[in-house]
């Protein structure tokens, strides 16, 4: 009896000390003994939802045909000012005008949205009585149009009741809003999959956003044409979202560690941690991007890998769509949100710009190096997978290998050397900080939990990469 005793309690000992990385986990993979949520206290369940995808050479030629078939009456086209002249508008109207298509433009869409152009969006929406939408363009002009169309779907919602909280009230969206097909021009925010529109909310000069799967594009119109027309930073900026979308989706939180248990399904979040199906879609996503996106941002010309990173955003985007991202993003809300002077190059805007991109990858090597100590594994992976020779590297020197990969890429790609290159200094670091905690929606889905002294290290480790 003692030698089995001594078997079982050896055994035990064994399971403490296996890796927990959700990469290796047992119970991660083999799934979840559920209990009623009046009992759990973290989630036991995950769900998978998406927008239909069409992707293409030259299928938004067909856009006029489905909203035909939608037997649309009033089509909100919605845009910004330097795209309406450009290629993808002009495919996309011609479709619509070929159809007997009846539409209005809204082209006021601001790149790097706020709650203020939001309600403009919102206001042109409420007063044309439009039954279907249409966005032309980045996450920019996509996230306004999702945000459009909830908010003329609800007029009588105040603008904070959608908006996450604690910023916003977080309610759930319960009413159903109108058909949104849109037709990205960047091969980066992923927005055609996802049911989140992110702004900056100027009182507290902090990015949030509105999350719900009901305002999730009824269909995206991939076509690989219009990335042809990115200027080299804006592709650069786009692909290291995708690359960031994946790796943070790779590493959040596994579902079954996140709390608290949703009491109804409708709480359920659309980050929902890592999982078994968003891995899937977030490491292809990588390999994607480890074998195009030098070549797409050197190259505009290069359809093929131009295409691939359009392809790899959408393949991101349904990753991080469901399993969510986490410091990365959560820290670049203040970045972009704080910006003094900072002009981007590739974009033609009158504002102050810190590219959403651009403020997500500055802190990546930072944040990987602080998260890889909860799963070493996957952090080694996704360096092997983009180019790092792992073989004989020990698991506590996970993060600094990923480090040094991401930084090597960004040397690469001539990207700014850190925060202190877009205008902050280690003074701006406690606003920065403040600026991030309100992001809990997407931070608490870190693997390793923080402080605000470690959120500081981190904006401080990232002022300077080379």
Known sequence: MAGRDRVVHLLRQLERAACRCPAHSNTFHQGVRAAPCTVRKTDYAFEMASSNIRYGE?????????????????????????????????????????????????????VEPTDSSFKDAISFAKNHAFDVFVAVGGGSVIDTC????????????????????????????????????????????????????IFDYEPLKAKTGIASRAIRPTLGIVDPMHTLSMPERVAANSGFDVLCHALESYTALPYDQRSPCPTNPINRPAYQGSNPISDVWSRHALHVVAKYMK???????????????????????????????????????????????????GYNVEHPLVPHGLSVVLTSPAVF??????????????AEILGADIWQVKREDAGAVLADTLRQILFDLHMEDGLGAVGYTKDDIPALVKGTIPQERVTKLSPRAHTEEDLSRLFEASMKLY
């Open 58 to 110: 030259g299928v938004s030629k067909e856009i006029g045909m489905d909203l035909q078939n939608l037997g649309a009456k009033n089509v909100c086209v919605m845009t910004d000012r330097n795209l309406s002249q450009l290629p993808p508008v002009k495919a996309v109207l011609e479709s619509l005008v070929k159809n007997g298509v009846k539409y209005k433009v809204y082209d006021n869409v601001r």
């Open 146 to 197: 999702k945000a459009a169309n909830l908010y003329a779907c609800h007029p009588d919602a105040d603008f904070l009741d959608f908006v996450n909280a604690p910023i916003g009230k977080g309610k759930p969206v319960s009413g159903a809003v109108k058909p949104l097909i849109a037709v990205p021009t960047t091969a980066g925010t992923g927005s055609e999959t996802t049911g989140v529109a």
């Open 295 to 345: 070549r797409a941002v050197r190259d505009p010309e290069d359809l093929e890998a131009r295409s691939s990173m359009h392809l790899a955003s959408v393949f991101a985007g349904i990753g991080f769509g469901n399993a969510g991202v986490h410091l990365c993003h959560g820290m670049s809300y203040p970045i972009a949100g704080n910006v003094k002077t900072h002009s981007a190059k």
């Open 369 to 382: 190096n602080f998260t890889a100590p909860m799963c070493p594994e996957r952090h080694l992976e996704a």
